[in-house]
């Protein structure tokens, strides 16, 4: 029999489940007190103990006042130490300065959770801004969460709790709210109660000082009984923790969001089109999408959205088929879904020959399918039916108009059958008011959401298609793509040699150098600082030949006559050089204004102090088929780094035809990327020419990305153009913008999505002498571990996993993409990686540690395949993830393990663990590690 496997139970999201949590406290506390408690009519003090008293939680209230003996007849208390009980939850209802201290004083009696509702604080200016900053303190001395400050407050209507200053509890369901704006609380909950829906938490946030977004993301996404979470953005604080919840739970639970202000900030003066094209909404619309967030634009849509996710499946693709029994809805349905860049559902013939069978001679025959007013209920129903049966069709949207034949109520009842149709949804207009109210009631209680008009109906289907693409980019299996080789630490000493110098930008020379390092093709590019090198260098190249303006200033060459081509012999070059000498001095001469120049300071419009012609450079003209598209990153202030891709050329401003998206990129990425752009339709294959190569597109995507995120130093990147055709990529031109030198590192915005963390990356020799490399998992390693579960036996899977566990639920793609797909700001996975003679690599171990949810606290778990066991590798494992833990400020690694699984008891000794039974269970054991306090 093999040996058993060093394995433990399974760590992530599939047990984390159930454990307490340290917002718990904010929906089930026992005790609650509110600091600030009134009998003053219309206070807040009055109107949140008032709120918690007529709510009942199963919980006990203590009012805290000192200027008082009681309130609403209930004894207070001076202070929160004076209570006879220790607090849970305390609601904070005080003047803005005196909350510090009153948060020291809830610290001090072990209170675990706090909501501020009082304002005054960080909204007022810098004196608001240190108050805020003194209760944060506290809070993290006493592990206290504390929500707001500057909030309504919190209800949940399942638990009972209402610890807000609104008017009226919201009614129970499975939809979690949570806004920024009290405002909006008070208008949303009054909506609410007057049109039946129901919540499962109902949250205001306020002003974030301590649990974020990221915080309720995770909790609810952690609620068996929220469903949905929607969201009311104002800011988006801490952006890593917002896109980190927001990826782990958008899988299981849509997560939509309204974001006010999408109108653009007042514009800013860019060195680059980069710079110039990126607007904070468009880089919050590109977040949104690597994590599958849905936004909306409308408050309706928020609940629409939430309701039609809840009771209709998501498509599998974009095309809708639309069937209606007049002509006018129809039409203003498909024009909605064009608007839309929606894809109307071609009909196939075995359709249509089904549909002639059974509809008038005079029906559209094509989608929209028009049954025409007379149709009755069945014949609608019937139509339904086999347009819905339809291979092309992804989704159906169903109109009726309240004419001729038609019963509102009874074609309701005839749809019901279709309510539920595998893998589309339906969704339902039926147009007469009062009419079809009956009608509606039938479809809404058989799970066919309906909307008051087709547009609306077609909006919701593309929102729809739109969160099953963003969730397929998310976990979709990418393809790997060679490292740079080495290229990050000699681009950095170029880079910082010119930062010493005191430069902000790097000339095209240097910039294509950079470039190539990073395996992007670039023209050749020769640099002549005189007419005579000129015309050396393009003689020696061969004509035509394009000369560019090489400057140390000037980043946007045309704009001064920077530019020569189809140059055909030497004496146009010698004139072409001389031509755009005399034109920059002219028009950039020092002491101009250039709008294309940088000041000292890097940025554009500046005065030029220094000669702005330095020479020029070289180049064969291209002569390739293709298209000029443009690539470029710029650094955002709140999200980092930010990609770019589009149609480029001189026009690339005026078509605006780009799309964003946060690195680092895989394949699949790159891909999604590309297909936001109009430009991309036209890559594939477009009036006879043949299609680019998109592979070697994504791949050059890849590297682009890893150069913007290995290369901090960077501020903003342009290639444009690069040339694409079907015979190849080329970068004609390029420029690199730096940050100014005296910007240390860390305070330059962190990129949003934690990149690979290379530094994991170590060699390891096991005690047979062989060698293995030990790094984090990528996406791409996918295929590895299928063959890795594959080789495991049965023992082995027991001992990890506690129960048998089939190979095919082991190495399902839903299953391993939670475990490829790695946010390294939440756990990190491990892979043991070993060559194979004449093969591909093997996979023969995994180590892996996940953050418990709130918590600086980490569950960390060993599988080793049996070839492997017994060799030192299953110790080597846990020894890297206790590396990884303490990096991460991690207090506390624990894992659960059989009893009988001595050898993971043997390792986890080794290496400190404290080991003891179960109390519950005594077939587990339990081992510890303290990692000591977190700073």
Known sequence: MPQPSPATAEPAHDILRGRAHPLDVFFAPKTVAVIGASDKPASVGRTVIWNLLSNPFGGTVFPVNPARDAVLGIKAYPNIAATPARVDLAVIATPAATVPGVIAECVEAGVKGVIIISAGFKETGPKGAELEAQIVAHARRGRMRVIGPNCVGLMSPLTGINATFLGAMARPGDVAFVSQSGALCAAILDWSLREFVGFSSFISIGSMADVDWGDLIDYLGDDPRTRSIILYVESIGDPRSFLSAARQVALTKPIIVIKAGRSPAAARAAASHTGALTGSDEVLDAAFRRVGVLRVDSIADLFFMAEVLAKQPRPRGPRLAIVTNAGGPGVLATDALAALGGEPAPLTPATLKALDAILPPHWSHGNPVDTLGDASPALYAKAVQITAQDENTDG??????????????????????????????????????????????????????????????????????????????????????????????????????????????????????????????VVETRLALSEDDAAREANALGYPVALKLHSGTITHKTDVGGVQLYLTDEAAVRRAYAAIAASVRERAGCGAPVPGALNETGCSGGVLTADPFLGVTVQPMVRLDGYEVILGSTLDPQFGPVLLFGAGGQLVEIFHDRALALPPLNTTLARRMMEQTRIFKALEGARGRRAVDMGALEQLLVRFSRLVMEQRAIREIDVNPLLVSADGILALDARILLNDASIPEEQLPPPAIRPYPSRYVAPATLKDGSTVTIRPIRPEDETLMVKFHQALSERSVYMRYFHTLSLDRRVAHERLTRICFVDYDREMVLVAERPVPGGESQIVGVGRASRLPGKDEAETAILVRDSCQRLGLGTELLRRVIAFARDEKIRVLGADTLAENVEMQQICRKLGFEIHRHADDPSLVRAVLQLGDAP
């Open 396 to 521: 159906l949207v169903v109109l009726l108009a309240a004419q001729g034949l038609a019963d509102p109520a009874e074609t309701a009842e005839a749809l019901k059958t279709q309510a539920h149709l595998p893998g589309k949804p339906i969704l339902a207009c039926f147009m007469g008011g009062a009419q079809v109210a009956p009608a509606e009631s039938i479809l809404n209680r058989s799970g066919i959401p309906t909307f008051p008009y087709p547009d609306a109906a077609v909006r919701m289907f593309h929102y729809m298609w739109r969160y099953t693409y963003n969730l397929r980019g998310i976990y979709e299996t990418p393809q790997w793509v060679a490292d740079s080789g080495g290229a990050a630490s000699g681009v950095r000493t170029a880079i910082e040699a010119a930062r010493a110098a005191g430069r902000t930008i790097l000339t095209e020379f240097e910039s294509k150098q950079i470039l190539r390092a990073y395996g992007i093709p």
